[in-house]
């Protein structure tokens, strides 16, 4: 069974910063994507920053600058360290796994308090 794992979300207030981490248990050669999307309290769900297996990396306007989405591939973990905390940065901010069917985590819950 595929495991998509993350960790790393909390409270912190606004200006601040937190780190995301997601392990898979999907072969690293298998992967095409991993991404990291969020929806918000009464939003639907958004991609927030992927990396392709090549490394290329993409990010949402809204956190261009701020946040930086980073892998290690030995530990088929990505991460994204997300700076300059806002509070409508405010979600549940889940893992997607490209490789090549979609598989998702369960959520990290991010608030940021202003």
């Known amino acids: 069974q595929v495991q998509v794992v993350e960790s790393g979300g909390g409270l912190v207030q606004a200006g601040g910063s937190l780190r995301l981490s997601c392990t898979t248990s999907v072969s690293i050669f298998s992967i095409n994507s991993m991404g990291w999307y969020r929806r918000a309290p009464g939003k639907q769900r958004e991609l927030v920053a992927i990396i392709t297996s090549g490394g290329s990396t993409n990010y949402a306007d809204s956190v261009k600058g701020r946040f930086t989405i980073s892998r290690d591939i030995a530990k088929n973990t990505v991460y994204l360290q997300m700076n300059s905390l806002k509070p409508e940065d405010t979600a549940v901010y889940h893992c997607?796994?490209?490789?090549?069917?979609?598989?998702w985590g369960q959520g990290t819950q991010v608030t940021v308090s202003s």
């Open positions: 997607n796994v490209v490789a090549p069917f979609n598989y």
